[in-house]
């Protein structure tokens, strides 16, 4: 089937550029983009290209190949060609799916159109299919319209159906779902008012559902770790819920432990077979806990979501500081734990590895061996625990990686411990029925 053209002047002003979101940024590429590139585009095309086509391409300069970076990883691409003709193109727009819906498309699109109205480019062009009606709408929003023949029905056909569709279309719903009706959550005043909630990534049939704890060391949640993970578990058709749980100041760890139970109970009384939670870095101490701390719930409690079970079905640590043993900042577990000296019964209560029995849920972990923030001793001992107890668990352990990688587009072993993890759970059940 022929591709769809579509085209924009440039002779008249730009879009005025959006605010984009917190840790994101643009930038042209600097030499260092090949497994970021592959990376995007892989995902975005399921074709087998490869970055040299761009930096081979005559057409194409490298100031004007484009990026979206979030946090350190780059999500989204664009390039702007120019023929020898003087034509413009806008070409391999790719975003990462993971990064679907958050606007990335939008700005790398308009930074490449910027760089050809600044030559003195008139026109461009760029071909696209039927079904990226997700692209359609940001190149539609850009001021792109469709480019056929008058007397080319088959295309006429074509564009009216898609209209009708992008005309359907609706968001999905990320109302944030409250863990507790509003004003009743506890330690309220003590977390100054603030409330704890969950963001949906639902999919439609999904048997089960991971509830996803971003990391930041309980001072913050940082967002790469949050809704582009969901949406790559969502990807394998499992829902996903990200636990936006309370962060500091809170009167103790049992603040964002008590969230990770009812978050657990929530998901589950929405009826999924089976819940699951994973976390990282502090993120992955929280799901730690979940998974080693749970309760069977209390049978005569008048809130019904208290008489169901708080255990996950499934927990995955990702460079989780799961234990209180081994820090790199040993003033850390006191920060923790309110207290300059924390008593030895607190820190064996608190660190995942030392609370394992044979009921501990099945575990997928992984870290990087030189991580210099939170020792790789944390998934060893972790692994070595739920060895001892013939508890099932996968562990991966990748030569290089700094802290804080979230899905690691841009190192291209680490990456893989996304795929890994989805046909993890996928082999638990959790996909759709």
Known sequence: MRQLTMKTRLDRPLPDMPPLPPRMSLHAADGHERASWNWIIKASFDERQDYSMIENDPQCAPERVFFVRHARMDVATAAAQVTQAGEGWLHMVGVHPAYAGMGCGHF??????????????????????????????????????????????????????????????????????????????PDLEACGGREPELIPFTVEGSRGAMIVCPGGGYTHLAPHEGEPVARMISLAGISAFVLNYRIKPF????????????????????????????????????????????????????????????????FAPCYGATSMWHFRKLEWPGMLLGEKNPDVKALIHYSAECNVTENTPPAFIWHTADDPVVDVANALDLAKALSAHGVLHELHVFPHGEHGLGLAGDQEDVREWAPMCQKWLLGLGFGRE
């Open 108 to 185: 790398v699109s308009l930074e490449a159109l910027k760089s050809l109205q600044a030559l003195g480019v008139r026109e461009c062009l760029l071909k696209t299919d039927d079904f990226r009606l997700p692209a359609i709408k940001v190149y539609l929003d850009l001021g792109f319209e469709p480019s056929y023949e008058p007397d080319d029905e088959e295309m006429k056909s074509r564009w009216k159906a898609i209209f009708a569709k992008l005309s359907e279309y609706k968001k999905p719903d990320r109302t944030p779902i409250r863990l507790w009706p509003e004003g009743q959550s």
């Open 251 to 314: 009167p103790s760890l049992e603040t964002p432990l008590a969230e990770a139970k009812r978050a657990i109970r929530l998901v589950r009384s929405m009826g999924y077979e089976k819940v699951g939670i994973m976390g990282f870095s502090a993120g992955g101490h929280l799901s730690g806990m979940a998974a080693t701390l749970y309760d069977a719930g209390d049978p005569d409690a008048d809130d019904p979501l208290e008489r169901l079970s708080s255990r996950p079905d499934a």
